[in-house]
């Protein structure tokens, strides 16, 4: 059964039908991909492995009101002695918005939604890391609202700079300025990356 949770409670007074609602319809793994292609040799490398993770978010409109929102995390674990593993995964969530402001729904789809799939996301990926017969990996939190802060400000300073080039400005809006629910592309926040050693 979906979850509902109301965005604005109110304080007894208004038509509860008007009122913001998310319903959680589905949460899902999309895709999943674990490789370990130098075991049973990475065993016995002494080398630490350096972990490089990136993230994007693909927002869909699946139907009115209906949105599917995509966390892909790819993991990779590599020393100078070769790739110790690879764990590529897309953990999806499908959410149902009522009577929701046109301005909240790409914060929510962007910041809020990611939030609510990430937990579930990082125990995919520890169980995953585990196993390959590595140390289970904890990837730490991200802060989904920093980088929708940063692709925003990125886009402001794109749109001035070409406007500032001389060249005519227009309303055409890129697809990555677009509300999630418009561009049906790879939306909200750039390829974030971390180096961080294994432990």
């Not at 895709?31 to 978010?57: G, K, M, R, T, Y």
């Not at 999806?92 to 918005?97: E, K, M, P, R, V």
């Not at 990996?137 to 609202?145: N, T, V």
């Amino acid at each position: 059964m979906a979850d509902q949770d109301p965005i604005n409670r109110g304080n007894g007074s208004g038509d509860p039908d008007s009122e913001p609602q998310v319903a959680t319809i589905a949460q899902y793994i999309k895709d999943l991909s674990v490789e370990s292609p130098s075991s049973p040799q990475a065993f016995q490398w002494q080398a630490q492995p350096q972990l490089e993770v990136q993230f994007n978010i693909n927002v869909n409109a699946v139907a009115d009101d209906v949105h599917e929102v995509q966390l892909k995390i790819e993991v990779a674990a590599r020393s100078e002695q070769g790739v110790h593993f690879l764990i590529d995964l897309s953990y999806a969530g499908l959410y149902g918005l009522r009577n929701f402001p046109e301005e909240a729904v790409p914060p929510f789809l962007l910041i809020e939604a990611p939030r609510l799939l990430f937990p579930f996301a990082r125990q995919i990926i520890a169980d995953a890391s585990q196993n390959t017969g590595f140390p289970t990996l904890l990837l730490d939190p991200i802060d989904f609202g920093t980088a929708y802060m940063a692709q925003l400000q990125a886009a402001e300073q794109a749109q001035v700079g070409t406007t500032g080039n001389g060249q005519d400005g227009d309303s055409r809006t890129d697809a990555a300025d677009k509300p999630a629910e418009e561009s049906g592309e790879e939306a909200g926040p750039a390829d974030a990356s971390e180096e961080t050693p294994q432990g």
